[in-house]
């Protein structure tokens, strides 16, 4: 199974690219993360918030593995903590589907992403950089399977 982070968003600070890389490294061979970045549109021309992520969201779907998992992170999402996420990786771990997780621009995700998801999963109240949640999100998914194999990396 792969975990796949799908965000809009590119040229991000060397940091990002360093703090998700560490995570990403960690993971074992049979759960790694991938992460595809979208390039966002540009917002010239007049260009309305709707009409911006109805053109991101066809750049989203494009990078979509057929009959993968899809999981949207949404300020209206499930609230998780590291363990319920851990319960939730299992579960997804046992019939092998591919997740991706989609990270939206900066207007969000399409409602038609949402809808389609098979959940959405909030990781803050608060408003973060696209690129920080990256970092944020794979620290989790490391967290998760260090919690589902007793490794000491998450402490009660």
């Given amino acids: 199974m792969q975990l796949i982070i799908a965000a809009v968003g590119h040229k991000m600070p060397a940091w990002i690219e360093t703090g998700f890389g560490e995570y990403a ?31 991101e969201r066809a750049r989203i779907e494009a990078v979509l593995p057929k009959g993968a998992r899809v999981i949207a992170l949404d300020e209206h999402g499930k609230d998780l903590t590291s363990v319920g996420l851990a319960q939730q990786l299992m579960a997804w771990q046992q019939d092998g589907r591919d997740t991706v997780f989609l ?3 900066a207007d969000g995700l399409a ?10 999963i909030r ?14 999100l794979a620290e989790q998914l490391y967290r998760a399977w260090s919690i589902t194999q007793n490794h000491p990396y998450h402490r009660v």
Avoid: D, F, N, Y
């Fill in 111 to 120: 409602p038609e992403l949402k809808a389609r998801a098979e959940g959405l």
């Fill in 103 to 105: 990270i939206g621009g």
């Fill in 25 to 55: 490294k960690r993971m074992p061979p049979e759960l790694r993360i991938a992460l595809k970045e979208i390039k966002p549109i540009e917002r010239t021309g007049g260009k309305t918030a709707e009409s911006a992520m109805q053109l």
């Fill in 123 to 136: 990781v803050s109240s608060m408003t973060l950089p696209h690129g920080m949640v990256r970092v944020l």
